[in-house]
């Protein structure tokens, strides 16, 4: 088939280059001039494990093509994506400025049957919204709004596309729903087909309840701490039972990244608008806020005045396999303690280059590896669970430190080898390995 995603960022991205892989001629459409040259030549802007190669291939193919003219886009499609930036407002809604101006821009180059789908994540009711603003400026356009809501996790992108645990889209129009079905047939995956509305709440509300599982598992961690028990034992023995599953029972910093916080202050916000406030929610948000403080007071009561002490922090994208720093916790764990005084010495495998552009990496040192970060360091922080760093010479690297301190941010490491290895470990909700 063929297909417009408009918005080349990641999920378009990503998305347009899988249908690509898969047969269906693709075209995306992006306002960045230089980022469509950049694609043109089969490089990409981000970090996705296997993307680079896909876009290569299905650009030299010619079934995978890139233009900044939003009309051709449209013209190309039979079904045109939209794959834009949803941006939290400051009060947690939805800004869908990006959404209402592609609507607007679509509707005039709609001269025969187009199906317009949400691919971004939007609140309830949002396709009513593109489709009354088609109307508005192109009142004969014929066509449908589809919602198909993303459930891409970053670092496994591509496989999340290609082999998906489940395909979601909502429509009101068979014959809308009859093309949807035709585009997914390559993918062998069960099919949910909903009305719009619940199409949108099931993004919203898987992810909600993801990170629901995540602030449940912390808040446990801080009654392990306080009972000396075993948090990852403990996650352990709750997963173990089929109803709730050991996904997403990891305790650590917290979550973070360009999905979960967002996504949990629109469904707040939502619910609110609807008049049946989600309080769970917002309880959710706050054991979130608070898992980062508790574990820089622990930080604090281990070398007392983080004023001028040297701390190595290993990783910075806000989780492993992305160079992603939206809203990471290991970046706001970074600011909090340059707010502090302390002198940060930081590596990640794949993120350096994007904290350079941020205001805090003029305020912090930028080493080329876990051992050089680590020399003279006073503590080593363990902030995103990137694998090398299981697999670093931890002799070596406590030879390079001033003092052998480290806190481990997402319990990477095992307690009893780094004590074996002469640290003094401090992992989340890990218990005591004094006896």
């Not at 670092?155 to 585009?183: C, H, Q, T, Y």
């Not at 309080?279 to 004023?307: A, P």
């Not at 481990?408 to 005591?432: A, C």
């Amino acid at each position: 088939m063929k297909l417009t995603i408009i918005g080349s960022g990641y999920v378009g991205l990503t998305t347009g280059a899988c249908f690509a892989e898969v047969g269906h001629e693709v075209m995306c459409v992006d306002n960045d001039e230089a980022k469509v040259a950049t694609l043109l030549h089969g490089e990409i802007p981000i970090y996705e494990p296997g993307l680079e190669e896909i876009v290569r291939n299905n650009v030299a193919a010619g079934r995978l093509q890139f233009t900044t003219d939003t009309p051709e886009g449209v013209a190309h499609g039979d079904v045109v994506f939209i794959a834009v930036p949803t941006p939290p407002n400051p009060d947690g809604s939805v800004d869908l400025k990006f959404i209402e101006k592609v609507a607007r821009e679509i509707a005039p180059a709609i001269k025969e049957y187009k199906v317009v789908v949400d691919k971004s994540t939007v609140p309830v009711k949002t396709g009513e919204k593109v489709a009354e603003t088609i109307k508005r400026y192109a009142p004969e356009a014929e066509f449908d709004v589809v919602s198909n809501p993303e459930f891409l996790r970053e670092g496994s992108a591509v496989e999340d596309l290609m082999k998906p645990d489940r395909i979601v889209f909502g429509s009101n129009s068979d014959r809308a729903s009859a093309l949807m079905k035709k585009i997914y047939e390559p993918f062998v995956a069960p099919l949910l087909v909903t009305d719009i509305n619940s199409a949108e709440l099931i993004k919203h509300a898987a992810n909600s309840f993801l990170a629901l599982k995540i602030s449940y598992i912390n808040a446990v961690s801080a009654i392990c701490e306080a009972s000396d028990a075993d948090v990852e034992l403990v996650a352990e023995g709750i997963g173990m039972d089929k109803r709730i599953g050991r996904d997403f029972l990891n305790a650590g910093l917290g979550y973070g990244g360009s999905c979960f916080p967002k996504d949990i202050a629109a469904f707040i916000t939502i619910s609110d608008q609807l008049g049946v406030p989600f309080d769970l929610l917002k309880e959710v948000e706050k054991i979130n806020r608070q898992q980062l403080s508790r574990f820089i007071e622990r930080i604090r009561q281990k070398l007392w005045v983080l004023e001028e002490k040297k701390i190595a922090v290993w990783g910075l994208s806000f989780k492993p396999d992305t160079d992603d720093v939206r809203c990471s916790v290991a970046i706001e764990l970074v600011e909090k303690l340059v707010a502090e005084g302390a002198e940060i010495t930081a590596y990640d495998p794949k993120a350096m280059d994007r904290v350079k552009d941020l205001e805090v990496g003029s305020k912090i040192t930028l080493a080329n590896s876990p051992e050089a970060a680590a020399k003279g360091a006073e503590a080593v922080i363990v902030a995103t669970e990137w694998p090398e760093f299981a697999n670093v010479d931890f002799n070596a690297v406590r030879e390079l430190m001033l003092s052998p301190i480290l806190f481990d941010g997402r319990n990477l490491l095992d307690p009893g080898t780094m004590e074996t290895h002469g640290f003094d470990y401090e992992g989340i909700g890990r218990g005591s390995l004094e006896e």
